[in-house]
């Protein structure tokens, strides 16, 4: 397994899916789910597909890592919308 930096292009494509997912119904209780699952499936299938503990890892780390982004993307659009006050 080895480390590209093109990997981490995965996160915002993570967000993207659940974004396309709340977009088709999904309620946003159940999108943090929905992007650790998705991280975990984009663990087995591309990031460390030979490697179980290396999928799981590496998937909940995308998966959570998009919910981050997504959080503070939000948090920071609302303080400019706002004027940071």
Excluded: C, E
Aim: net charge positive; proline share 4%.
């Amino acid at each position: 397994m080895t480390f590209q930096l093109w990997d981490l292009i995965l996160i915002p494509v993570i967000m993207g899916v659940v974004g396309l997912l709340r977009l088709f119904g999904l309620s946003a209780h159940w999108a943090p789910i929905a992007a650790v699952v998705l991280g975990l499936i984009t663990g087995f299938l591309y990031l460390a597909p030979g490697d179980a503990l290396a999928a799981i890892v590496l998937g909940a780390l995308y998966g959570v890592s998009a919910i981050g982004l997504h959080s503070g993307i939000k948090n920071t659009w609302q303080a400019i919308r706002q004027g940071f006050r």
